[in-house]
Nanobody, 116 residues
Framework: QVQLVESGGGLVQPGGSLRLSCAASPSRIYVNSMHWYRQAPGKQRELVASITRAGSTNYADSVKGRFTISRDNDKNTMYLQMNSLKPEDTAVYYC??????????WGQGTQVTVSS
């Protein structure tokens, strides 16, 4: 069974930075596209950024120019570098990994709070 574990969340002031990680296990699993989602209180979960195994990326308009998604296939780990954070970025951030013909797995989420 594939497991995804996020880390790196926390409390940061507006304008600050955080780097989230999402590690997939077991290490031998071949993960295809990976995604970061977020869910703020009272709102629906939304797609933040995506990356294919080859490294092609896509971003939500709200984070373009501020967030950078990347991955290390050897480590089966995906990252989200978040700069110039705003209070509206406050949410629980989840990673999603696709594997096999049509399977996917979610991480447990990590809280990001942007506040002064």
């Amino acid at each position: 069974q594939v497991q995804l574990v996020e880390s790196g969340g926390g409390l940061v002031q507006p304008g600050g930075s955080l780097r989230l990680s999402c590690a997939a296990s077991p290490s031998r699993i071949y993960v295809n596209s990976m995604h970061w989602y977020r869910q703020a209180p009272g709102k629906q979960r939304e797609l933040v950024a995506s990356i294919t195994r080859a490294g092609s990326t896509n971003y939500a308009d709200s984070v373009k120019g501020r967030f950078t998604i990347s991955r290390d296939n050897d480590k089966n780990t995906m990252y989200l570098q978040m700069n110039s954070l705003k209070p509206e970025d406050t949410a629980v951030y989840y990673c999603l990994g696709e594997y096999g013909p049509s399977y996917h797995a979610w991480g447990q989420g990590t809280q990001v709070t942007v506040s002064s």
